[in-house]
């Protein structure tokens, strides 16, 4: 691992099955017992309003009774512990990464934990639910926080800084993601088109397998750690 400097790992909802919440390919394209499109979509916001934020309500309740796991806390110790650039990108809208002590994290598709208003572009902590259309702390408007999700069909957050860094980085880790969901799925070809070296951990091989230098089978609680204590040489 001696000529490793950048390193970029993504992150998805396999990552956080161990802590209890739900993946969403692993059970038939459902979410929670829902279909994407009735939730998920700005479509469906805007036809039901209600029934977006009961289910966004919901999730955001559910994971402030969960907690971090061993793979979320092994990323944050590298992290800590690594000289070079280290990027976290997560398509996960739970916040286990920062509440196991991740700093230099992006949450690509948004996060439960932040409330975003549609009129003035302000975002908001939030651990409440929505649904009671609570005014906006910034403009005091009624009717225009919305989950701070990025639902399918819109553009995810900070991709020219992932850009760069999948540019730069000389090792690509992909955890608990199916590969089914872009832009995230083509990360791997692009660190690959820079010349990194990619490894994937997962519970099985993804859609993407095939692009990975390495591919490793098993829960991400043992398959993390035990690549953090590789890569620093313990
Ligand atoms: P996904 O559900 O499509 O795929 C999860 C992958 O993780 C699968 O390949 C599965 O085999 C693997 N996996 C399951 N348990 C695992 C374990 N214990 N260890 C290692 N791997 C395991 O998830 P995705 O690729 O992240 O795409 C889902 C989309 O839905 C994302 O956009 C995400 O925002 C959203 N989502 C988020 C959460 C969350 O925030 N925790 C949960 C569900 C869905
Ligand atoms: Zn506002």
């Not at 969403?24 to 209600?50: C, K, M, N």
């Not at 061993?70 to 800590?80: K, R, S």
């Not at 000389?170 to 089914?180: E, H, M, Q, Y």
């Not at 088109?193 to 591919?215: D, I, K, Q």
Request: net charge negative.
């Amino acid at each position: 691992m001696g000529n490793i400097r950048n390193i970029v790992v993504l992150t998805g909802a396999g990552i956080s099955a161990e802590s209890g919440i739900q993946t969403f390919r692993a059970s038939d394209g459902l979410w929670e017992d829902h279909r994407i499109e009735d939730v998920a979509t700005p479509e469906a916001y805007q036809r039901d309003p209600d029934m977006v934020h009961r289910f966004y309500d919901a999730r955001r309740a559910a994971v402030q009774t969960k907690s971090p796991n061993a793979a979320h806390e092994a990323l944050a110790y590298l992290e800590g512990a690594w000289p070079g650039e280290f990027l976290l990108v997560t398509q996960n809208v739970d916040d286990l990464h920062e509440r196991a002590g991740s700093k230099q994290l992006i949450h690509m598709h948004g996060e439960l934990a932040q409330a975003w208003c549609t009129l003035c572009d302000q975002r908001h902590p939030w651990a409440t639910p929505l649904i009671d259309y609570p005014p906006c702390p910034s403009c005091a408007s009624p009717y225009s926080l919305r989950p701070d999700i990025v639902w399918f069909g819109e553009m995810p957050y900070r991709m020219d800084e992932i850009y760069d860094a999948l540019a730069r980085c000389d090792l690509f880790v992909s955890i608990g993601t199916s590969g089914n969901v872009y832009p995230a799925a083509g990360f791997v070809r692009e660190a690959r088109s820079h010349g990194a070296r990619t490894l994937e951990l997962n519970m099985e091989p993804s859609e993407g397998s095939a692009w990975f230098t390495e591919s490793r089978q098993g829960p991400a609680t043992q398959l993390v750690p035990q690549w953090v204590h590789q890569i620093l040489g313990f």
